[in-house]
């Protein structure tokens, strides 16, 4: 059973940093299959804000690019999103994904909709 485990989430105040990581068990992330990171606030529908490809390419939302980092660990089976720059509007829950495809989805509002499985998810909060 593939499962998904978020850490790093917490508190900041704005400009701060953080490190989210996303463990993997029951699959190995090197297997190709595009990943990624969501957020999701209260109201609203989850959000991609960056994949990545089994090449190590990767891609980000206009909010999130030239401040946030997706990269990841294919000997830790381990998923990671350098937050840096922190603003209050990056306030959510972060959630990481295995999508269906090796092709990463292009940024849209049907991008949750390609995705295999979910993790719990982690909150960040950015204070101003």
């Known amino acids: 059973q593939v499962q998904l485990v978020e850490s790093g989430g917490g508190s900041v105040q704005a400009g701060g940093s953080l490190r989210l990581s996303c463990a993997a068990s029951g699959y190995t992330i090197s297997n190709g299959y595009c990943l990624g990171w969501f957020q999701q606030v209260p109201g609203k529908e989850r959000e991609g804000v960056a994949t990545i490809d089994s090449s190590g390419s990767a891609s980000y939302a206009d909010s999130v690019k030239g401040r946030f980092t997706i990269s990841k660990d294919n000997a830790k089976d381990t998923l990671y999103l350098q937050m840096n720059s922190l603003k209050p509007e990056d306030t959510a829950l972060y959630y990481c994904?295995?999508?269906?495809?090796?092709?990463?989805?292009?940024?849209?509002?049907?991008?949750?909709?390609?995705?295999?499985?979910w993790g719990q998810g982690t909150q960040v909060t950015v204070s101003s």
């Open positions: 994904a295995i999508y269906f495809g090796r092709r990463c989805p292009a940024f849209a509002a049907t991008m949750r909709l390609q995705v295999f499985t």
